[in-house]
């Protein structure tokens, strides 16, 4: 059995889940499941909350994104880390198979690289004394991929080998198992090349690409290869007399025009432009050789190579240096682009938090267009739905203390697109009081959550009781943190108030945005299911559970 580290520990986190609704007479199921059908915890309000088993909670704690030291507004980043490390660590030896499929899925279709990172290493770590055939001790069947397959699942980008060295020295110590040598060793070979080693390699990182190479032990596969691991090296230790190996074209490249006189390169970007990207040169690379301001020809230098998310980000400083309306015209059809919005992964509350950063509005048809790209598998659904958004103070909180975005926009911004896209809905906003949110099929949903305001404290039954209509909603849906307080102790059944307003043939949703460890009600069957997660995967669960069919983790491949 798993042990919490404090008793009534509160959790904020959760992004994802898997909910189900259920047909008259079936018993559909949902990966997130309650731990008990009492309430064993109390919310950060102090109302009664049901825990959830380790799977459930784990996958909920990670989706949200906070982990890394991020701090909620109930929790703080030590304790968040601290639990999702004792989780992965119970299941990586009670459920290796699980533990592995999840990793990889964070890394590579949940785009989520602190989580992925942390989550391998304690597995290489809960796992360290096994013996080929498996942990020994471990009753579970040995896993279908090997530690250090594992490893090399969630590395992607080139700095993140380092920062997998980086994160086990400073918790474990320097001496590194072998399964995770061989899993970095198998990702530098694809990860390193010219372009991610002058974008990565930086004097600023405690391990540079030239000690990971010292560290596990990579041997090159070419020529070329040979020549990049030989110039990490000098680029790290330094050697007399070294010259660039011809091989390395981009690298000499980068040279010759690092060796421009400061006062020369903004004439030479104007007459060669190409040349900035045969040697490799992002935005922010081209800003520091300039030594100056990043003006209106400086981005249009740039703008041909940058990224979808590097684009996205910069629109504000596009405005501010003038670029010309003809290449603002083909960064908005870029950002515009259902392929490119697909491509990009990009979850929906970037799109707003672009809109709410740019000064013009310019970008705001193709950041409509490109939001409602991202939201396209939002369910139509049938019947006439009640979606309550709660607007409590919790839910004002960041997304990250790099983001201006709180859990309050993202969740006005996704109930909003449930309501529009239902054949018919009723819109709340709520918090100790609620509110009627009018919308027609034509309002932009980038103008939506100017509709939504702070409603204080979280009574969640009082908004349900006062909106929720027998014989004419079809399905309730609860976009919130799942922390209320308020007014509990007015209703009837204070272990399960859902059921006490909303008879059990009625599917009840929550869609937690933060994923704390107290639910405020029982999850994974029985018409009461709560999801996470504001991807694409998620979106589909409803319509799907509504058809009769069983959600599973979405790792899992029916």
Not at 216 to 236: I, N, Q, T
Not at 321 to 332: K, N, P, R, Y
Not at 372 to 386: A, E, I, M
Not at 397 to 413: P, V, W
Request: hydrophobic share 40%.
């Amino acid at each position: 059995m798993f042990i919490y580290p404090k008793e009534g520990l509160l959790f904020v986190m959760a992004k994802f889940n898997r909910a189900a609704g259920q047909p008259p007479g079936g018993r559909l199921t949902s990966p997130v499941q309650s731990a008990e059908t009492t309430p064993s915890l109390v919310t950060g309000e102090g109302a009664p909350g049901f825990a959830r088993n380790p799977k459930s909670e784990t996958f909920l704690l990670t989706v949200g994104g906070f982990l890394g030291g991020e701090k909620t507004f109930y929790e703080s980043g030590d304790e968040r880390d601290e639990l999702f490390r004792l989780l992965i660590r119970e299941l990586s030896v009670t459920d290796p198979i699980w533990v592995a499929g999840f990793v990889k899925w964070l890394r590579t279709d949940a785009n989520m690289r602190t989580a992925s990172l942390i989550a391998a290493a304690e597995y290489v770590w809960a796992r360290r004394d096994e013996q080929g055939s498996g942990r020994t001790g471990t009753v579970h069947p040995t896993p279908l991929i090997s530690t250090r397959q594992v490893v090399s699942s969630v590395l992607r980008r080139a700095d993140e080998p380092g920062e997998m060295i980086g994160y086990w020295n400073a918790h474990y110590g320097r001496q590194i198992p072998k399964p995770m040598k061989r899993g970095i060793a198998d990702a530098v070979r694809y990860l390193y090349n010219e372009y991610n080693v002058l974008k990565y390699d930086s004097p600023k990182s405690n391990f540079r690409m030239a000690d990971v190479l010292n560290l596990v032990h990579a041997s090159p596969d070419s020529a070329k290869e040979s020549a990049l691991f030989d110039y990490l090296m000098v680029r790290r230790y330094g050697r007399e007399g070294y010259e660039v190996n011809p091989e390395l074209g981009m690298i000499r490249m980068r040279e010759e025009i690092m060796d421009i006189p400061v006062e020369d390169r903004r004439t030479f970007m104007l007459a060669r432009p190409y040349a900035l990207a045969e040697a490799g040169m992002t935005w922010e690379s081209l800003a520091g050789w300039l030594q100056g301001p990043m003006d209106a020809a400086a981005w249009q230098t740039a703008i041909p190579t940058m990224g979808y998310m590097a684009k996205l980000r910069n629109l504000r400083n596009f405005d501010k240096a003038g670029v010309s309306s003809e290449v603002a015209d083909v960064v908005s059809r870029q950002i515009a682009d259902l392929d490119n919005v697909a491509s990009s992964r990009q979850l929906p509350f970037r799109f707003y938090s672009a809109y709410k950063s740019t000064s013009t509005f310019r970008w705001h048809d193709a950041l409509q267009k490109a939001l409602d790209h991202s939201l396209v598998n939002v369910p139509s659904l049938r019947g006439h739905t009640l979606i309550l958004v709660d607007r409590s103070i919790s839910m004002f909180s960041r997304l990250s203390t790099k983001s201006d975005m709180t859990f309050a926009e993202q969740a006005a911004i996704f109930g909003s697109a449930l309501a529009k896209r239902a054949e018919a809905a009723t819109l709340v906003q709520f918090g100790d009081s609620s509110r009627l949110v009018e919308f027609s099929n034509t309002t932009p949903l980038l103008r939506m959550a100017d509709k939504f305001a702070r409603m204080g404290g979280t009574d969640t039954p009082r908004a349900v009781r006062q909106w929720f209509k027998s014989g004419v909603h079809t399905r309730v849906i609860i976009v919130t943190d799942e922390q209320y307080g308020y007014g509990f102790s007015s209703y009837r059944d204070r272990e399960n108030w859902v059921d006490s307003i909303v008879p059990k043939d009625v599917p009840v949703y929550t869609w937690n945005l933060v994923g704390y460890r107290a639910g405020h009600g029982l999850s994974g069957q029985g018409n009461r299911h709560t999801f996470g997660g504001l991807t694409p995967e998620a979106f589909s669960l409803i319509s799907m559970l509504e058809a009769g069919i069983n959600a599973d983790w979405p790792w899992t491949k029916k």
